[in-house]
């Protein structure tokens, strides 16, 4: 079925421009949204077992994480913003045909965010007075994250499928969050799922190398604890990411599979950076240098989610050209509100880095770091 008429308005910049910073302001959400998803799983099943007496280690990784989540929500959701609007002003018709579909399950999404950020921000500040409610307040906000994923990953899977939902609308059902004609669905909801909890689990292993001077019992522990979170989901990506890969399009599977060269070469490389993470990963536990492998690790895992970004694009870009969308709106530049918001992702650059600074720096000092 053809796309809604093109859009008269005019694009704010080139298309090229509007593209680069859709991917630099991507995957600077990246980063803190995994955390957030990731790390809020972790936490749950941290505070769970941290309700017997003989684990403590488990209750002071859930206060820490829990101290942290406020923080990254608010990163993940300051630069958050910038690439929806960049989605949209690139791919608005099929974008704004799927959230249509969706309807009031995609408005649900901000409800959803303010409980969700509620019940962090109410295990940062009141934890330990919550007792056994705790838990069960951060099994709750994990479910939440959870359902914003799944919401976000049903309508980006409803963009690439403009036909699907189209169809669906025709055969008189309308407002559903499932789009059960995409093969691609859940294969790809697992496969961001489990790319959160590896790289939350990469940074409570940092936070334990972080830890390990002053605490080192707790920090060994937090770096293995960490690690086998990275690990495990990893392993179980590289099945659920080929689960994906053949439910794609042919057409756009094709192109990974030797047709197209840069998309091979691309998705080649995101799969051996991600190996060289989990072998470094394995290796930095025995190492008499774990801070200098663990740095290496953090880089190839950056490496890792920048390739991923790539292989994602081309995703969207192969299977909106195989179902005819072409981005061919006039260009009209507003090189202000562009310099403007430059400025302004600088400005949330140095409030993020001043929150993590403030949330770090005077329990450092008050452990004699």
């Known amino acids: 079925m053809p796309d809604p008429v093109l859009d008269p308005l005019p694009l704010p910049g080139p298309a090229w421009l509007l593209w680069s910073l859709l991917t630099l302001t991507y995957f600077l959400h990246l980063l803190p949204m995994n955390f957030v998803l990731g790390g809020s799983l972790i936490a749950?099943?941290?505070?769970?077992?941290?309700?017997?007496?003989?684990?403590?280690?488990?209750?002071?990784?859930?206060?820490?994480?829990?101290?942290?989540?406020?923080?990254?929500?608010?990163?993940?959701?300051?630069?958050?913003?910038?690439?929806?609007?960049?989605?949209?002003?690139?791919?608005?018709?099929?974008?704004?045909?799927?959230?249509?579909?969706?309807?009031?399950?995609?408005?649900?999404?901000?409800?959803?965010?303010?409980?969700?950020?509620?019940g962090h921000y109410l295990l940062a500040s009141r934890g330990e007075r919550l007792g056994g409610v705790a838990t069960a307040v951060a099994w709750l906000t994990a479910i939440l994250f959870l359902a914003i994923g799944f919401l976000y990953s049903n309508n980006m899977a409803q963009m690439l499928r403009p036909d699907l939902?189209?169809?669906?609308?025709?055969?008189?059902?309308?407002?559903?969050?499932?789009?059960?004609?995409?093969?691609?669905?859940?294969?790809?909801?697992?496969?961001i799922v489990l790319g959160a909890v590896a790289v939350a689990g990469m940074g409570v292993a940092h936070f334990g190398l972080y830890r390990v001077r002053r605490e080192p019992e707790f920090g060994d522990w937090a770096v293995r604890y960490g690690t086998l979170w990275f690990?495990?989901?990893?392993?179980?990506?590289?099945?659920?990411?080929?689960?994906?890969?053949?439910?794609?399009?042919?057409?756009?599977?094709?192109?990974?599979m030797g047709r197209d060269g840069t998309a091979s070469a691309v998705l080649v490389l995101g799969v051996l950076l991600?190996?060289?993470?989990?072998?470094?990963?394995?290796?930095?536990?025995?190492?008499?240098?774990?801070?200098?492998?663990?740095?290496?690790?953090?880089?190839?895992?950056?490496?890792?989610?920048?390739?991923?970004?790539?292989?994602?694009?081309?995703?969207?870009?192969?299977?909106?050209?195989?179902?005819?969308?072409?981005?061919?709106?006039?260009?009209?530049p507003r090189w202000g509100p562009l310099v403007l918001f430059a400025l302004m992702v600088l400005a949330a650059l140095g409030a993020v880095a001043w929150m993590v600074r403030t949330l770090i720096r005077p329990r450092l000092s008050s452990e004699g770091g």
């Open 165 to 191: 939902p189209t169809l669906k609308v025709l055969e008189g059902g309308a407002g559903l969050p499932v789009n059960p004609g995409d093969p691609s669905l859940w294969p790809r909801f697992l496969h």
């Open 274 to 332: 991600s190996l060289a993470t989990v072998l470094l990963m394995s290796f930095w536990i025995h190492s008499s240098r774990p801070a200098l492998l663990g740095r290496i690790a953090g880089v190839c895992l950056l490496l890792t989610l920048l390739a991923m970004i790539f292989t994602r694009d081309h995703v969207r870009q192969g299977a909106l050209q195989q179902a005819g969308f072409q981005v061919d709106a006039g260009v009209e």
């Open 231 to 256: 690990l495990v989901p990893t392993l179980l990506n590289f099945l659920v990411g080929s689960w994906w890969l053949v439910a794609l399009p042919r057409d756009v599977m094709l192109d990974f």
């Open 44 to 118: 749950a099943v941290a505070r769970l077992r941290g309700g017997s007496p003989a684990r403590p280690h488990h209750r002071a990784l859930a206060a820490w994480l829990a101290r942290a989540m406020p923080v990254s929500v608010a990163a993940a959701v300051i630069f958050g913003m910038a690439p929806l609007l960049f989605v949209q002003a690139l791919y608005g018709r099929p974008f704004f045909t799927g959230t249509g579909i969706m309807s009031w399950f995609w408005f649900g999404v901000i409800p959803l965010l303010i409980l969700a950020s509620f």
